[in-house]
């Protein structure tokens, strides 16, 4: 696959656009550093009298009044609901909430709604925005390295349920996604080396040269090296809106996003949404997944072995909680891959490329056992 | 607009198919008597191990045993869940209740869900479909006049909020309709008569001469005529397959599909939902949004008037409960087609034609002050 054919990126020094090609549902991500409290960011969305933020009171005590002026410009009236932090309230309730301040302050299908946050206010914020009165606009102002690179792109909104996660959505997607990299400053260490998940994630599925280049400026990108910083999430971006291009909906081509996540989410699921973060359990993942793949003999092992290098650099987890392999089997069956009872796993076929596949329990159980704590 | 160009009906003596034209989610609207129970109405389905049947328990007495029996034919596995029967239960907890069954049985992304019911049932399991995994397909078994003239064509789902009806939902198109006319033999009467509402109101937005054809059937359509019913319900369809097919997210034109909604929304919210039920509303609102139409001048009122006898020969009521014009004003600000607190209401242009206006205040408190009780 050539990730970048079908993105386009316009570059000047301060402000990048990623265009994602999806016909009518086409949107443009704009990267750079101080977008967020620029009016400019937000010129040419559709007129709209009344606009709701959707946020949290950490990313709200940062980045509010600079949203709210920014958009000032654009809506007459501004109103914001704040939802509890964190994996654990990505759901129906907080999602109610969203709802409660659409109806109270009478907002009809024009509203515009604005994610200001990580993938958790994204993901619940766009689920708002695709159900509320069958489907109002939205924009994404993701604030952690996490969601710039992947909740950003392909519309997936959605909430958790009791029984598992990311059960109840819809694909969505935004008018725009207003990625200011100046945001990634004030996150904790443990919340950029979650990103790096799903940035590295990107190198074995879609581009090895990609790899290559995050080995090379891992340190930079711990440390908040701007520029480091904004190639990873251009390409990122542009690696992934090549795959939901081709594949919208989910139906083929697009599962190979979820490399490292069907033992991550079964990691997550396992020890309770919210004890790890989903970068580190996807960090994980994807050395188990490699893993599986040299096991199941489609690539060298020397090549798993340096994903899970790469991934124990990025400060990432590599050992997985020890829940047993009964109980990650059982999890892993209620992934959204799964077919008739088969889990289908996300493997690496060569470096940069990737595919869906059934493995046999017992292959799956020796992964289990080589990577538990 | 030829409201019959773009659907498709082929007539056999006990079965006859209208198409709903919507591109790749194109589906048919299958009307005979004794569908339900045929294997053969299922037949041609994508092959789904597993199935889940949402229903309620009244009509799980009826219908539960026959609709298992032709599924046993085509799924391995066919669960049931069953919602709290009424428009009361409308609401994310029913909703939740298909969510718990689905995962309880471990349900993929392929399982099939099936809608026997109502107008309820159909907009809550079609919701379900629509957000469980991000979209599981569905076939609607319709089991009322209303659901089978209305709700089985155009692809909207939902449920109530305690603030306003039908606020959450989105537009998601069933696989299948499998329309059976002997259901209707078991309604109540008043829910054959609420269920007209919206077969008359397919007279005067899009075609005169069906209006004429009502008028001169209206007796053996109350009492259960099958040749009646089988016409009306696949002209019904027809027509708002045209509608649909021109606007299929109600952009424009399908909001003339919402004659006599917009003050009957207002009824059903005021007197709290389920007191009247949904077409008993209609058919009021439809006869008050007539009156707003000759009002403005649009229609000659004679033409108003016939369509008020037509509703109360009907057996619908034509008063509108005494909720105060400011109240009715009020929950009709919150209508979907609002904008910016503007009220838009569907109103006859001509018999035969329909659009979408704003109307001076002092003229709809007119409208609400003659019609009241």
């Known amino acids: 696959m050539t990730a970048s054919a079908s993105a386009s990126a316009s570059a000047s020094p301060s402000h990048v656009k990623v265009h994602i090609p999806l016909g009518p549902s086409g949107y443009d991500i704009h990267i750079g550093s101080g977008l967020l409290g620029q009016a400019s960011s937000y010129a040419g969305l559709p007129p709209s009298a009344a606009a709701l933020i959707v946020t949290n009171p950490t990313v709200a005590a940062l980045y509010l009044p600079p ?33 409660d301040a659409l109806l109270r302050h009478g907002c009809d299908r024009r509203t515009l709604l604005y994610a200001l946050g990580g993938g958790v206010v994204g993901d619940i914020a766009g689920f708002a925005a695709a159900t509320y009165m069958r489907g109002i606009s939205f924009v994404q102002v993701p604030t952690t390295l996490l969601a710039q690179v992947d909740s950003s792109v392909g519309g997936k909104t959605g909430i958790n349920h009791p029984l598992g996660k990311n059960m109840i959505g819809a694909f969505h997607q935004p008018l725009r996604v207003v990625a200011d990299l100046a945001t990634l400053a004030t996150l904790a260490p443990r919340e950029v080396t979650a990103g790096l998940a799903e940035v590295i994630k990107y190198g074995p599925i879609a581009d090895a040269a990609f790899l290559d280049w995050i080995d090379a400026r891992l340190s930079d990108l ?98 997985a909680p020890a829940l047993g392999a009964d109980r990650y089997l059982e999890l892993m069956r209620l992934d959204k891959k799964s077919q008739a009872g088969q889990i289908r796993f996300v493997v690496i076929t060569e470096p940069g490329r990737a595919a869906v596949r059934e493995a046999p329990d017992a292959l799956v159980r020796d992964v289990i056992a080589a990577h538990c704590a």
């Not at 410009?73 to 759901?91: C, I, S, T």
């Open 67 to 99: 949203l709210r002026e920014a958009l000032a410009a654009h809506h007459r009236e501004v109103h914001v609901v704040e939802l509890p932090d964190g994996e654990a309230f990505k759901d129906a309730a907080s999602l109610n909430l969203i709802f």
């Open 222 to 319: 711990r440390a908040g090296d701007l520029a480091a910083l904004a190639h990873a999430v251009q390409r990122s971006c542009e690696i992934k809106a090549a795959v939901v291009a081709e594949d919208e909906r989910e139906s083929g081509l697009r599962a190979i996003l979820n490399f490292g996540h069907t033992f991550g989410h079964a990691i997550e699921a396992g020890l309770g949404f919210g004890a790890w973060l989903h970068g580190e359990a996807v960090g994980c993942g994807m050395v188990m997944a490699a893993d599986l793949s040299a096991r199941l003999g489609l690539i060298d092992p020397a090549y798993a072995a340096r994903i899970a290098q790469i991934v124990q650099r990025a400060g990432l987890p590599v050992k």
